[in-house]
T-cell receptor
Framework: NAGVTQTPKFQVLKTGQSMTLQCAQD?????MSWYRQDPGMGLRLIHYSVGAGITDQGEVPNGYNVSRSTTEDFPLRLLSAAPSQTSVYFC?????????????FGSGTQLSVL | TQLLEQSPQFLSIQEGENLTVYCNSSSVFSSLQWYRQEPGEGPVLLVTVVTGGEVKKLKRLTFQFGDARKDSSLHITAAQPGDTGLYLC????????????FGAGTQVVVTP
């Protein structure tokens, strides 16, 4: 059972480039989310989804787009990368939407924008 | 806005010592979770507490949820090098459906 799989593990972009961070889960979880982790800031929620076709903004959504066409996949798109988006990105999923439900995290994508 | 404040930010202790990590907020949470994160990996859930005053034990780790559900603590007894990691608390509110708030974390280093 793979759990939550994120690709790539590392990525370097130039300012203005676009890219998609991939996230897939094989646990049939309803809820999926994207967080970014910066030193001293903890994990901050970017976007989340409560099911296929349904997405909503989190705390820091600007500069990022998401879509959820299937239960399994929840890609995060950076349309025009900026140095401020240098961070470690985590995808997470859970069986239900309630906030006391266990979150399963991927192993992260370390992104550097030059 | 950081709703959950963790203290201390960094803790370095010797094997066998005890330690306590705190998670405080001015907001009431319907539940609070503790995660541990190791370098290069995502956080892994340790425990969820949902009732004010609740105490949960996980081997040498003791978790407490404040009576008012605004704060929590994690106590480790006789720490071991395997306890080294970043400890994160995360709170969920009744009006924050789907939006779990994380603290900045406490980095714990246990040396042999």
């Amino acid at each position: 059972n793979a759990g939550v799989t994120q690709t790539p593990k590392f990525q370097v972009l130039k300012t203005g480039q676009s890219m998609t961070l991939q996230c897939a889960q094989d646990m049939n979880h309803e809820y999926m989310s994207w967080y970014r982790q910066d030193p001293g800031m903890g994990l901050r929620l970017i976007h989340y989804s409560v099911g296929a076709g349904i997405t909503d903004q989190g705390e820091v959504p600007n500069g990022y787009n998401v879509s959820r066409s299937t239960t399994e996949d929840f890609p995060l798109r950076l349309l025009s990368a900026a140095p401020s988006q240098t961070s470690v990105y985590f995808c997470a999923s859970s069986y239900q939407v309630t906030t006391n439900e266990k979150l399963f995290f991927g192993s992260g994508t370390q992104l550097s924008v030059l | 806005t950081q709703l959950l404040e963790q203290s201390p930010q960094f803790l370095s202790i010797q094997e066998g010592e005890n330690l306590t990590v705190y998670c405080n907020s001015s907001s009431v949470f319907s539940s609070l979770q503790w995660y541990r994160q190791e370098p290069g990996e995502g956080p892994v859930l340790l425990v969820t507490v949902v009732t004010g005053g609740e105490v949960k034990k996980l081997k040498r780790l003791t978790f407490q949820f404040g009576d008012a559900r605004k704060d929590s603590s994690l106590h480790i007894t006789a720490a071991q090098p395997g306890d080294t990691g970043l400890y994160l608390c995360a709170g969920g509110g009744a009006d924050s459906w789907g939006k779990l708030q994380f603290g900045a974390g406490t980095q714990v280093v246990v040396t042999p």
